[in-house]
């Protein structure tokens, strides 16, 4: 019988690089993606509140008889600015809160994993 001309090699196949499974992998990306998500969440809950600061410390005046009537330097009733902080301080409220849910999911995906 005649030998063939491309003998199996004699050595296994070699192992993924990180020698890690495609599992664990994969794990692992999902929570730096919900770190990734955490931080964007964070992030946009800093720049709502720092937006709330900053027009909470514009000093505006209102009348206490007429506060809808009452303009600023900038034109837009007293009331609108409120209604426009309540708005920012709410959003940044909820970002937080997001972030909040993220962190559990990433406890329970280690929990999960251990």
């Given at each position: 019988m005649n030998t063939h001309?491309?003998?199996?090699?004699?050595?296994s196949k070699q192992r993924t690089p990180d020698n890690e499974p495609a599992t664990a992998r994969h794990d692992r990306d999902e929570i730096d993606e919900l770190i990734s998500l955490m931080r964007d969440n964070?992030?946009?809950a800093d720049a709502f509140i720092t937006a709330a600061e900053r027009e909470i410390q514009e000093a505006?005046?209102?009348?206490?008889?007429?506060?809808?009537?009452?303009e600023d330097a900038t034109g837009d009733s007293v009331l609108r600015r409120r209604s426009r902080i309540e708005h920012l301080v709410e959003a940044g409220k909820l970002?937080?809160?997001?972030?909040?849910?993220?962190?559990?999911?990433i406890d329970n995906r280690r929990r999960r994993d251990a």
């Open positions: 001309r491309n003998p199996r090699p004699r050595l964070l992030g946009k505006w005046s209102s009348s206490e008889d007429e506060p809808a009537a009452t970002a937080v809160r997001a972030a909040a849910h993220t962190t559990e999911e």
